[in-house]
């Protein structure tokens, strides 16, 4: 059975997708505050454009996650670093 819900159609354009992304960095990156967080749910709910820019972003991040590989800093180019940074 479809609900209600399901047979809402989504707009297909979304007049302010830049601001939309930005909020969807915050939100990927876990910088979102709840109120942005909820407000951006509730716009995904009715814009393919923003719910599309959401998984994308939310996949490119996890797969950078799984494919980068972290590797310990040498303790001396933290101190370069460091003494470079004092100079200024």
Do not use: W
């Amino acid at each position: 059975m479809v609900s209600e819900a399901d047979k809402i159609l989504k707009k297909t354009s979304c007049e302010h997708k830049a601001d939309c992304m930005k909020i969807v960095q915050l939100i990927v990156d876990g910088q979102a505050s709840d109120e942005q967080i909820n407000q951006f749910k509730l716009n995904m709910d009715k814009c393919l454009p923003c719910e599309k820019g959401y998984e994308l972003e939310k996949c490119i991040k996890e797969t950078m996650k799984l494919r980068l590989e972290k590797k310990a800093i040498p303790s001396n180019l933290i101190d370069c670093i460091k003494q470079k940074i004092n100079m200024l």
